[in-house]
């Protein structure tokens, strides 16, 4: 079954600072991997996805960036935070018929 | 695009009694409907699922019905206990639809004792 690993699960940045969110995946080739954020009030935004290595689809647009330089492993950054960056960030796979399972997740707070 | 519409945002039931979250979408191409429970801190998990060649589908104490000619499904929880307590999410996806899912803005399910 498929596993997906996230980090750090938990940081406190300052504004202006950069930002680096890692995630990867296990038990599964070629997946469709997706970034969400969760700001408070529990909707969830699609902010990133990714059907391939280099290959990043944008759904918001804002100062944050993706990447995916190998096949199961997919980064969220940023290179100056906001304070409306602060959020829960999941990380998340789909696999064949749409079927999209979530990672744990990472909490920001800008400050 | 697809817009899903989840209804009510909070629900509190006795415990033992059933649950019973609503959702709409606007995309008639959509064919695949999840539902996620999502405890505080953690990250959504699939409960069920339901593709639209199926009315409903059970899964013990849960089950989804679908209506696509109305364009709703629900979930049901049938005797709820403490443990279902959380916020729970339905999303909609159209076919080969990559781009992932469409959610609702979810529904905090409390269960009182």
């Known amino acids: 079954s498929q596993t997906i690993h996230q980090w750090p699960a938990t940081l406190v940045q300052p504004v202006g600072s950069p930002l680096s969110l890692e995630c990867t995946v296990e038990g599964t080739s070629n997946p469709n991997l997706y970034w969400y954020r969760q700001a408070a009030g529990r909707g969830l935004q699609l902010l990133f996805y990714?059907?391939?290595?280099?290959?990043i689809s944008s759904e918001v647009p804002q100062n944050l960036s993706a990447s995916r330089p190998q096949d199961r492993q997919f980064i969220l950054s940023s290179k100056k935070l906001l304070l409306s960056d602060s959020g829960f960030y999941l990380c998340a796979l789909g696999t064949a018929g749409n079927t999209i399972y979530f990672g744990e997740g990472s909490w920001l707070t800008v400050v | 695009g697809e817009n899903v519409e989840q209804h009510p945002s909070t629900l509190s039931v006795q415990e033992g009694d059933s649950a019973v979250i609503k959702c709409t979408y606007s995309d008639s191409a959509s064919n695949y409907f999840p539902w996620y429970k999502q405890e505080l801190g953690k990250g959504p998990q699939l409960i069920i699922d339901?593709?639209?060649?199926?009315g409903e589908k059970k899964d013990q104490r849960i089950a989804v019905t679908l209506n696509k000619t109305a364009k709703h499904f629900s979930l049901h929880i049938t005797e709820t206990q403490p443990e279902d307590s959380a916020v729970y999410f339905c999303?909609?996806?159209?076919?080969?639809?990559?781009?992932?899912?469409?959610f609702g803005k979810g529904t905090h399910l409390i269960i009182q004792p």
């Open positions: 339901i593709r639209s060649n199926v």
């Open positions: 990714s059907v391939g290595i280099g290959q």
């Open positions: 999303a909609a996806s159209p076919p080969g639809g990559a781009d992932g899912l469409t």
